[in-house]
């Protein structure tokens, strides 16, 4: 029988020291310190931001700015914008964290839910070969907390050394469309 893997169940969660009011992924994109928010990078509508409870370091999470359940319920352009900053987060991870794999997915539903977020979501979690969950692993918020703030730099400078526009792909497959995003 194989065992169905995935790592993304793991949600992320508040920082005790710093307790939100309301749904985090709305909240953190709209305060003024990205870095202290942990968030990574941003597009035109949506936005990286590192998971605070990583099941690998540089477990980062694509989030759409607007408040939605379900990929049905997200306009052409927002799925588009996702889809194109999930590439870039790939690109930065494999410039300067240099997996050896990636998981991504999401989870829908209460029954497929790791945690209470019902902010849609898209996991992008690295992998190397002969990896365990990282968290038992180091043990400790203190050196979570270090090792995010490590990952965060690693992350950051990997979306700063790529292109700010990703490349649209083949021009043969129609239009190609402007895609742009901040570190
Ligand atoms: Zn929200």
């Given at each position: 029988m194989d065992?169905?893997?995935?790592p993304w169940?793991?949600?992320w ?12 992924f ?7 310190d ?6 990574v990078?941003?597009?035109e509508?949506n ?12 477990h980062?999470?694509?989030?759409p ?11 052409d352009a ?10 870039a987060?790939l ?8 997996p050896d794999?990636?998981n991504?997915g ?12 019902d ?6 979690v690295?992998?190397w070969?002969g ?6 692993v ?5 050196v979570?907390v ?11 400078a ?5 292109d700010d ?6 021009a043969?497959?129609g ?9």
């Amino acid at each position: 029988m194989d065992r169905i893997y995935a790592p993304w169940r793991i949600e992320w969660v508040e920082r005790e020291s710093d307790p939100i009011d309301g749904c985090p992924f709305c909240v953190l994109p709209e305060r003024e310190d990205d870095r202290e928010s942990r968030i990574v990078a941003r597009s035109e509508r949506n936005y990286v931001l590192l998971n605070n409870a990583p099941y690998n370091p540089g477990h980062a999470m694509v989030i759409p700015n607007e408040h939605r359940e379900d990929p049905t319920d997200l306009g052409d352009a927002v799925l588009f914008d996702h889809a194109k900053l999930k590439a870039a987060t790939l690109a930065a991870l494999r410039r300067d964290v240099d997996p050896d794999g990636v998981n991504t997915g999401q989870n829908l539903g209460t029954s497929a839910a790791g945690g209470s977020v019902d902010h849609l979501h898209t996991h992008v979690v690295p992998r190397w070969d002969g990896d365990t969950n990282f968290m038992p692993v180091t043990g400790g918020t203190k050196v979570i907390v270090e090792a995010i703030d490590r990952t965060y730099e690693h992350l950051h400078a990997g979306f700063a050394a790529g292109d700010d526009v990703v490349d649209s792909g083949d021009a043969e497959a129609g239009e190609a469309v402007e895609f742009e995003f901040d570190v």
